[in-house]
């Protein structure tokens, strides 16, 4: 069998654990409902219907004021579960608070479901503010592949928030402070784009507007936080262009961004296990939000 069919069947099967429910947890935060009722567009009350966070708070000693809105992977089929707590353990080791959101996924739910859910995310966050020890303007988002390219969506798509919403947290600015993106996808475009995540977020034969629109390296401009990036030359299931694409989108309009990309990483590596250049990236991306930390206002 041809090795990018392997890697496929493996995000496949990734997916499908997530939506089973079949993936390892923790003993982490019970997660609780991102509205106090029906998410918009909800097709019904079960538990895919009702996106969540479950937020990992750091030591009190360490806690540097950062937090960070973690989407894990899944091909918008599923949540990765290594891309989840783990992520989230991590981060609070570094100072930062951690919210896991396990976003709606497809083909139950498309666009703009998926993004809905991880704005509030962030609304939630700078809401939630002093309650949580953070600072509202060190709100930052954090994806892997499929989750990666929600990041990005929620980094090149937001608003200042609604004024006038009868919600309080609606009048809040969806907009993240930063964005992490690990072996993301960002285009919807062949042949850059990953088809299942595609077909999962946009449907069968979405239209060429809305391709486009979600094709988040026609979407950057001066406004867009800075980014931090991470991918393998040699990803086989999303190509090492979908990150360069982005960071090439962010030189040309002015957004800083930090780029690594290393000789050998199959897709999905997470946090880079044993492997001694994967797994420095946490460190790479650690470093990263200190630095914009002390410039935060």
Partial sequence: ???DRCVNLVIAASALIGVLGLGPRG????????????APGAKGTGPEDVPTVAVF?????????IAVIVCPGGGYAGHAEHEAEPI???LNSTGALA???????????LHPAMLQDAQRAIRLAR??????????????ILGFSAGGHLASTAATHFDGGDPAA??????????????????????????????????NLLGTDPPAGLVRSLSNETQVTRETPPVFLVHGADD????????????????????????????????????????????????LCAAWMRRLSAQAP
Avoid at 57 to 65: K, L, Q, V
Avoid at 127 to 140: F, L, M, S, T
Wanted: aromatic letters at 8%; one cysteine or more; proline letters at 15%.
């Fill in 27 to 38: 003993s982490g935060p019970e997660p609780t409902p991102l509205w106090p009722g029906p």
């Fill in 166 to 199: 009868t919600d309080p947290l609606e009048r809040l600015s969806s907009r993240p402070d930063f964005a992490v993106l690990i072996y993301p996808v960002v285009s919807m475009e062949p042949p850059l784009g990953h088809p299942g995540s595609r077909a």
């Fill in 57 to 65: 708070r750091p030591d009190p000693a360490r806690a540097n004021g």
């Fill in 99 to 109: 919210v896991v959101l396990r976003y709606r996924l497809g083909p139950r739910y």
């Fill in 88 to 90: 989230a353990r991590w």
């Fill in 1 to 3: 069998m041809r090795r």
């Fill in 236 to 283: 086989e299931a999303v190509p090492v262009e979908n990150s360069l694409v982005f960071a090439a989108a962010c030189r040309k309009a002015g957004v800083p961004f930090e780029l690594h990309v290393f000789a050998h990483g199959p897709h999905g590596f997470g946090l880079g296990g044993s492997d001694p250049s994967l797994s420095r990236w946490p460190e």
């Fill in 127 to 140: 809401a939630r503010a002093a309650e949580w020890r953070v600072n509202p303007h060190r709100i930052g």
